[in-house]
């Protein structure tokens, strides 16, 4: 079994910056992608940002691209996302992913348990 533990939440100014972190845990975790999905109330949760084990490939969102960064540990079982320039509809709880390479929630095989970041106008 694999365990996600985000923290770095909070809230922020239009225009902020705030850096996520997840760490994994469990003997099993390795060769996985790590990523972030976000979800605001109402809404479906929806893809942010993923990257390979090795770090060598990144992918993201249009609607984040160019504002947030996407990185990994020198152990690989650290995932960080740093977020700059941050509007209200970044607000959302941002989930820690550990899976594929990929952008659909169905190739997720662990979740962490949400971290909540709002950003005010």
């Known amino acids: 079994q694999v365990q996600l533990v985000e923290s770095g939440g909070g809230l922020v100014q239009t225009g902020g910056s705030l850096r996520l972190s997840c760490a994994a845990s469990?003997?099993?975790?390795?060769?996985?992608?790590m990523g972030w999905f976000r979800q605001a109330p109402g809404k479906e949760r929806e893809f942010v940002a993923t990257?390979?084990?090795?770090?060598?490939?990144?992918y993201y969102a249009d609607s984040v691209k160019g504002r947030f960064t996407i990185s990994r540990g020198n152990a690989r079982n650290t995932v960080y996302l740093q977020m700059s320039s941050l509007k209200p509809e970044d607000t959302a709880v941002y989930y820690c992913?550990?899976?594929?390479?990929?952008?659909?929630?169905?190739?997720?095989?662990?979740w962490g348990q949400g971290t909540q970041v709002t950003v005010s106008s």
């Open positions: 990257i390979t084990w090795s770090s060598t490939n990144t």
């Open positions: 992913a550990a899976g594929g390479f990929s952008s659909s929630i169905r190739d997720v095989a662990f």
């Open positions: 469990g003997r099993t975790f390795s060769g996985y992608a």
